[in-house]
């Protein structure tokens, strides 16, 4: 396969004015500039609804969450029957009861089932380190991860069992995966995400 | 004297503030720079336009963890980069076969040149699907949004040694498949 003469790949790569290629290359270097013009932006027409589809989505997510807030805020008259209140206080009662004598046992409790997960990562140089995956949508920001005086980083996060993808952002920009993760994957952009297999909490019988 | 357009980090506040309605101006602000982008990421102009909805959507949910408000263009290009790979994985598990880009390609007219200008353009965005995903969003990124080698490597998150290597890659790719046509 024939080399891009090095002048050619930094102008290329945007490091040299075109003024610097020397006239023998001018030519390789006008073949790509046609070839690129080829994909012109301007060619590009979204529909003309995404502004509005985008801000009617928003409006909904908000109008739910106020509904939401407002619903849960607004007073409202209850009418109850003296033998519906005796039993729900007998309920209430029986719940705290349940849970003080087998505090382990509480399935379906928010958090219950989540699991206790150390991220670590050596990074000595590294000014901010931060872990991202598909427990928080892949948020460009991620977790971000604390130092320790030895150049190691550490965040502890509760996660669902089930398998899970993420990498290390490191200073804000370069996503590495996890060199200690027990298998990676292809991201399908040449990348490698790690694998994070996440067993459900074990349960003891008392 | 006209008033001054606000900056992408006052807008952020607004809505922040509240005014919900002013997240319009981000989304015509930036609609039409991450087009192209998803075009050519995706193979068409349709499931593009999802993934851009999709990435304003998300980005107005996570607005209040933007940090780096008046670099907000890189934040969300990080955004529609993810979502363009969340779309790709979904689409390799379901094996479907898009052709985007001929459905995409606008009839030829009279003209000569036109057609021939029409012909180059469809095989390469042909070209462009057939490279790998990482050099086809370091090209389009690079040729077509106009990116710094530097701005690339934000954006995909990698070395920018690693975002030169992609760029050369996919040029000789596209060296070797036009050898010898005329452009």
């Known amino acids: 396969m024939k080399q891009e003469h090095e002048l050619l790949r930094r102008y290329l790569d945007g490091e040299l004015p075109r003024e610097a290629l020397p006239v023998e290359l001018r030519a390789e270097a006008a073949r790509f500039e046609r070839l690129f013009a080829a994909l012109d932006p301007e060619d590009v027409r979204l529909r003309t609804t995404l502004r509005a589809d985008v801000m009617r989505q928003i409006r909904q997510e908000r109008r739910t969450a106020w509904r939401a807030f407002q619903w849960l805020v607004a007073p409202r008259p209850i009418r109850v029957s003296p033998l519906a209140a005796a039993l729900s206080a007998a309920a209430v009662l029986a719940l705290v009861l349940f849970t003080r004598a087998a505090p382990d046992r509480m399935p379906g409790l928010p958090g219950a089932d989540r699991v206790d997960t150390r991220f670590i990562y050596l990074a000595p140089q590294a000014s901010r380190v931060a872990v991202t995956g598909d427990f928080v949508n892949w948020d460009p920001d991620g977790v971000p991860l604390e130092r320790r005086s030895d150049g190691v980083w550490v965040a502890e996060l509760r996660l669902e069992p089930g398998l899970h993808h993420y990498v290390f952002v490191i200073d804000g920009t370069e996503w590495r995966p996890d060199p200690n993760a027990a298998s990676h994957v292809d991201d399908g952009f040449g990348r490698r995400n790690s694998v994070l297999l996440i067993a459900p909490p074990v349960r003891h019988a008392s | 004297m006209a008033p001054a357009t606000p900056t992408d980090a006052e807008i952020i506040q607004q809505v922040l503030d509240g005014d919900v309605e002013a997240f319009g101006v981000l989304v015509d602000r930036y609609q039409e720079e991450f087009a192209a982008y998803a075009k050519y990421m995706t193979g068409s102009e349709d499931e593009a336009a999802d993934v851009v909805q999709e990435s304003l959507v998300r980005a107005f949910r996570s607005l209040r ?95 920018v040694s690693a975002v030169k290597m992609r760029l050369l890659r996919a040029r000789e790719a596209l060296r070797d498949r036009f050898e010898g046509v005329a452009l």
């Open chain 2, 65 to 159: 963890r933007c940090r780096e408000r008046a670099s907000f263009k890189s934040w969300l290009f990080r955004i529609v980069s993810n979502q363009c790979k969340t779309y790709l994985q979904r689409r390799r598990r379901r094996t479907e076969v898009l052709a985007g880009t001929e459905q995409d390609a606008a009839a030829p007219d009279d003209s000569t040149a036109e057609v021939e200008a029409e012909e180059l353009r469809h095989q390469v965005h042909q070209a462009l699907q057939d490279l790998p995903a990482d050099q086809r969003e370091a090209l389009v990124l690079r040729y077509v949004e106009g990116l710094g080698v530097q701005e690339i490597a934000v954006v995909v998150g990698a070395g």
